[in-house]
């Protein structure tokens, strides 16, 4: 296939339009489960009840599900031949555009001056990143990371003497839950969590990051780290912080 | 369900309790960290400005007995030049604890409506004031921008949109009370249970 002349600024568009209008099919069944778990008449069910409604009126009018539509964030995956610095342009392109369309919040803020660029392109902004593959075709995911969730990331150095956690998956455990209890509703839960182990600074957060591609009801191929991740889940949601931090049994779906 | 006008009256301050639903009406105004961080700098620990005296006189208006939001919102321009929103949800509040105090006795706010809930020292505003923060629900801006029936105006539009004061009138804008003028924060009760739960868990 000839690359040369490929523009793929229109499918970047619509691609950004999907993401800040659409919830996944996974995280709508996981929110309808979570409400019919919560007690009827709740401030839980009621939140997650307009959540829901929120996310049907958002893809009728093509309009955002949340105003922050956050830092949007390609994985671009690419065959050899292809141009990123192209691609690359053609996301910035659509970025804009999308902007335009109301389907993304002006996002793009210059941290001295305070100046919002008003189009979502700036210094290092949409984020993106690319690996090139062995396969024929391009594919590109895209995540809109709110602002509120972004807050309430965190990291640990393990061992943590206060929280008792070792430098081992028990510690692993300790440190995910309290930063959950940290969160409380100020994330704008329910949450999904991503987590990540190891690594330097930089690469532990973008791989968190990247733990949110996956589906919800997935399970990990690692069975420890399954058995983990099935725990953590449970144990968040007795802690009882629920939706909006409003008291419940969600407090995250995945 | 109660409803609420502004501009709010204390008694009708003193009526609301932690978990209470009720729907606002009237006119708000969006400010979020510049916002406050500017009335803060240029209006409450600084003599105002001659430049911007009929700003301060304007939003002293508005916000007396008013209610601030903590929302930035997506913001759509009609040919016409007018301003309409297209999603609304609230921001985190928590970032507004060091300026909220003061902005809410300085301008006799009634209401503060975010997400996420606020600290001691907006609670303690809240009980001397008296006002109250409104839990309005986060990842709903589709939804609550159907309640935004008119944007009247738009104050520091240099800030950003999201960090602009928009003026705007809603109609049965849903929110909860969960921090109220008797000392009662719902984020405290919420948080103080987990906390107790989290130790048995990893305790």
């Known amino acids: 296939m000839d690359y040369k002349s490929l523009d793929l600024t229109d499918q970047f568009v619509e691609l950004i339009r999907r993401a800040a209008t659409q919830l996944p099919q996974d995280m709508r069944q996981g929110l309808r489960k979570a409400k019919g ?85 700036g210094e290092d902004f949409p984020t993106m990143h690319f690996h ?31 929280l008792g956690a070792g430098r081992d998956l028990e510690g692993v455990r300790r440190v995910v839950l309290d930063a959950v209890h940290q969160a409380q509703g100020k994330g704008c839960g329910p949450a999904v969590l991503g987590v990540a182990i190891g690594g330097d600074r930089g690469s532990g957060y ?46 995250a779906l995945g | 369900m109660p409803e609420l006008t502004t501009p709010i009256s204390d008694e009708d301050i003193r009526n609301l309790k932690a978990g209470d639903t009720v729907y606002l009406n009237g006119v708000i105004v969006t400010g979020r960290d510049a916002a406050h961080k500017f009335m803060i700098e240029h ?64 301008f006799n706010l009634k209401g503060v409506i975010g997400k996420g809930g606020m600290g001691g020292k907006t609670l303690k505003a809240c009980g001397e004031q008296p006002a109250v ?39 049965n804008f849903p929110v909860v009370v969960t921090m109220d003028s008797h000392g009662t924060s719902l984020h405290q009760t919420i948080e103080a249970q987990s906390k107790e739960k989290l130790a048995e868990l990893i305790g």
């Not at chain 1, 192209?86 to 002006?106: C, G």
């Open chain 1, 132 to 162: 090139e593959w062995d396969e024929e075709g391009i594919h590109v995911d895209l995540l809109l990371k709110g602002g509120g969730c972004e807050n309430v990331s965190t990291q640990y150095k393990l061992p943590d003497g206060p």
């Open chain 2, 133 to 171: 923060y409104l839990h309005a629900i986060g990842g709903a801006a589709s939804f609550i921008a159907q309640s935004v029936k008119e944007v009247l105006g738009v104050y520091k539009l240099e800030f950003g949109v999201p960090e602009a004061m928009w003026v705007i009138r809603v109609e």
């Open chain 2, 43 to 106: 209006f409450i620990t600084q003599p105002v400005q001659v430049d911007e005296a009929e700003l301060y006189a304007d939003l002293k208006k508005l916000l007396d007995g008013g209610v601030i939001y903590h929302c930035g919102p997506v913001v759509k321009t009609h040919a016409d030049g007018s301003y309409s929103f297209v999603a609304a949800g609230p921001t985190t509040s928590i970032r507004e604890e060091v300026y909220q105090a003061d902005v809410i006795r300085h």
């Open chain 1, 206 to 251: 973008l791989k968190s990051k990247q733990q949110l591609f996956r589906q919800l009801d997935d399970t990990n191929p690692d069975p420890q780290l399954a058995e983990l991740e099935e725990r953590i889940y449970n144990e968040a949601n007795q802690l009882g912080i629920g939706p909006m931090g409003f008291g419940g049994k969600t407090t």
């Open chain 1, 37 to 121: 778990n919560e007690e009827p008449g709740s401030a839980a069910e009621g939140a997650l009840d307009t959540i829901l409604l929120n996310v049907d009126i958002a893809e009728k009018n093509s309009t955002p599900i949340c105003q922050d539509t956050g830092t949007p964030i390609f994985e671009v995956s690419y065959p050899v031949g292809v141009s990123t610095r192209k691609l690359a342009d053609q996301i910035r392109k659509a970025a804009a555009v999308a902007t335009q369309n109301n389907y993304l919040r002006p996002n793009a803020v210059d941290s001295l001056t305070g100046k919002n660029s008003g189009d979502n392109t």
